[in-house]
């Protein structure tokens, strides 16, 4: 009877943890041609600062090649901007950005470098 107890507490808390868990809710990307700075901002809502449930990576691949990965290791708000320097991006590339769950779930863009409109 313990063990059906124990197993049936583990199922729960197991289903409970992975039902919580969400891919980041919203990606929004700008290039700045200028400075040749790429700004990713991710929304992911964990109730602020956490340590637990997180974006686990953001990688970022131009031309089928990783370029940037990055670990941030924690969450400190739900909407978190990063910024990376990429002075080899042009005007007409494609690059995507994926960013992961540290639980579960991953969410993905695919932009393309316009000098026009980003700066």
């Known amino acids: 009877m ?4 124990l197993f049936t507490l583990v199922m729960v808390f197991i289903f409970s943890a992975v039902s919580m868990a969400h891919p980041p809710q919203n990606l929004n990307v ?16 964990v109730g602020g600062s956490n340590t637990s449930h997180y974006v686990d990576e953001i990688i970022v691949t131009h031309k089928d090649e990783e370029i940037v990965m990055q670990k941030p290791g924690q969450q ?3 909407k978190e901007i990063f910024y990376y320097y990429m002075p080899g991006i042009k005007d007409g590339d ?5 960013t992961v769950c540290s639980i579960q779930g991953s969410r993905s863009i695919d ?5 026009a409109t980003d700066n």
């Open 30 to 45: 700008k290039f700045n041609m200028e400075d040749k700075m790429l700004t990713v901002e991710v929304t992911h809502n």
């Open 76 to 78: 400190l708000k739900n």
């Open 111 to 115: 932009y393309t470098i316009t000098s």
């Open 2 to 5: 313990k063990k059906i107890l």
């Open 94 to 98: 494609q690059i995507s950005i994926n």
